[in-house]
């Protein structure tokens, strides 16, 4: 089995999360694909601004009937920061022999070496890294080459100039945002703004 796995605050999800994770499957032959909400990010002191059951559950909701991507809380159901080495470590147990890919953004890819335990995290998983526009980046390669060499494979995709951060600035200007998430995410976002 080949399995991805994408972590983040998904604070909210958006249409830029959904679009990489189809990618990194479609192009990389996986399974399936889990989003892993972390509950506290360690990179993000100030933590996700909603909280951890509302952003697993727009998750839940963003990927229902996906036949490839599904939702995890296994950041959310432990105590403590969310480190993917961690993570990883948990899945790899409950998956005995499957290929595991780690997907992150080529933003991520640079402060990467900080990340608690990334040699861990290599060991356990390759690197599915989001092109930056313009496929062919060679600073991207000579980065992905240093932070993980032999182990980072390029997910070549659109740029999709959507973040949660742009997408929660919309939620509390009142705007609209259901051109920037699913469907499902925009219709809790809706109700969770009008009570």
Avoid: C, N
């Amino acid at each position: 089995m080949r399995i991805g796995v994408m972590g983040g605050t998904f604070d909210p999800p958006h249409d830029g999360h959904l679009a990489l994770a189809r990618a990194a499957a479609a192009q990389l032959g996986l399974d399936r694909v889990m989003l892993v909400p972390a509950a506290q990010p360690p990179h993000k002191p100030g933590g996700a601004t909603m909280p951890a059951a509302q952003r697993i559950a727009m998750v839940r909701a963003a990927v229902e009937g996906d036949p490839v991507l599904e939702a995890s809380s296994d950041e959310v159901d432990r105590p403590g920061p969310s480190y993917t080495a961690d993570t990883l470590e948990r899945i790899a147990a409950e998956h005995p022999g499957a290929d595991l890919w780690f997907i992150l953004g080529a933003d991520q890819l640079e402060g990467f070496p900080g990340w608690s335990r990334p040699e861990r995290i290599v060991e356990l998983a390759r690197l599915a890294v989001a092109s930056r526009p313009g496929a062919g980046d060679p600073a991207m390669d000579f980065l992905a080459g240093a932070v993980a060499a032999g182990r980072v494979d390029v997910v070549d995709m659109p740029e999709v100039p959507i973040s949660s951060t742009d997408v929660r600035a919309r939620i509390a200007a009142g705007e609209d945002v259901s051109h920037l998430v699913p469907a499902p995410v925009a219709a809790l976002l809706h109700s969770d703004a009008a009570s």
